[in-house]
């Protein structure tokens, strides 16, 4: 940051005025990426390198008071008082850099964090749809394929990713397996085995080692389905059974969630009455801003991203709504 607007900040009280507003920013994060390893699935899901993350998480401690989730369940539960801007940090959908390059610099930072773990994906040792799609047309020899009724243009593969992604988030969950399938035909590449797609994802061992290690687990769901879309009976279940299995192996109990996808079209008011009635205290969305304390719901705590955008870390935290606002482009 140039020196200037730092001093300005500084002499304008601006920092401390912002710190006074009794706020919490929450990182989330999906993936940190590594500069030696060439990406076969979706490029979408990757935030900073290892390095970055760390520098992140520095500023965070110095400049933040990073809270866990316990301490944000006392905070709104039993009107615990904060006197300074809090953070926290998380990450969705289990992936095994979670564990390889998050965790070793959360866990010498004694920074907390909670993970959500989408379960039948640890289970079955299956990846995301987004992931599916991105891997069959990175790999695909195909210039070009028909594919239902439309051509698609394989000399772009980001611009063809990111429409068929698109175009999966409108679908019905049941339709997306026959698409992929459908995909993997036109594109000729076999759908990846479980054991390419497993590999991507943490194990249960290296779940439970982060849980007991500063590390809050939390359900995303058991198959990370866009909830506002589902019946009452598929609601319960997918939640349900998400807190069931991680309260089996983890043998503790699961107190947050956070929605897939997240944003306010992602859940709804049923949502969030079905995962209090189920015992959760806390539901996280995702890209829907900053928290202010005095009027947080604890069924949707913001969360925002610093990927891309968050070149300036100390201006993030004198504008954090601004930073938080992040767009969806998909
Ligand atoms: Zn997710």
Redesign the pocket.
């Given at each position: 940051m140039k020196k200037s607007i730092k001093q300005f900040l500084e002499k304008s009280r601006l920092l401390k005025t912002i710190k006074d507003q009794n706020q919490l920013m929450i990182l989330n994060y999906?993936r940190l990426s590594d500069p030696n390893k060439k990406n076969i699935f979706d490029d979408g899901v990757f935030g900073p390198e290892g390095k970055r993350f760390e520098l992140e998480m520095e500023w965070l401690k110095k400049e933040t008071y990073i809270i866990s989730e316990e301490e944000l369940v006392d905070i709104l539960y039993k009107k615990k008082k904060v006197d300074r801007v809090c953070s926290m940090v998380t990450f969705?959908?289990g992936y095994i850099d979670n564990y390889e390059i998050a965790y070793p610099i959360l866990k010498k930072l004694s920074i907390p964090a909670i993970y959500?773990i989408?379960t039948k994906h640890i289970m079955e040792r299956t990846l995301?749809w987004w992931d599916i799609t991105a891997y069959l047309v990175k790999n695909t020899k195909l210039s070009s394929a028909h594919f239902r009724e439309s051509d698609l243009d394989l000399s772009n593969k980001k611009k063809v990713i990111s429409e068929l992604i698109f175009e999966l988030k409108q679908m019905e969950p049941s339709r997306i397996d026959g698409y992929l399938n459908e995909l993997s035909l036109s594109l000729d590449v076999p759908i990846p085995s479980i054991d390419i797609q497993g590999k991507e994802l943490m194990s249960w061992e290296q779940i439970k080692e982060v849980g007991q290690n500063g590390i809050t687990i939390g359900s995303?769901t058991h198959e990370?389905v866009i909830l506002s879309k589902q019946s009452l009976g598929d609601l319960r279940f997918q939640i349900k059974k998400s807190k069931d299995i991680l309260e089996e192996k983890l043998r503790t109990t699961i107190r947050s969630i956070?929605y897939?996808?997240?944003g306010h079209d992602h859940f709804d008011v049923e949502t969030k009455q079905v995962s209090q009635d189920l015992g959760f205290k806390l539901g996280f969305s995702?890209l829907t801003g900053v928290n202010h304390f005095e009027r947080i719901d604890p069924f949707d705590v913001k969360r925002g991203t610093s990927q891309a955008t968050w070149s300036n870390l100390d201006l993030a935290l004198a504008f954090p709504t601004r930073i938080f606002q992040a767009v969806r482009n998909q």
């Open positions: 999906h969705d959908d959500f989408p995301g995303h990370h956070a897939p996808v997240g995702f």
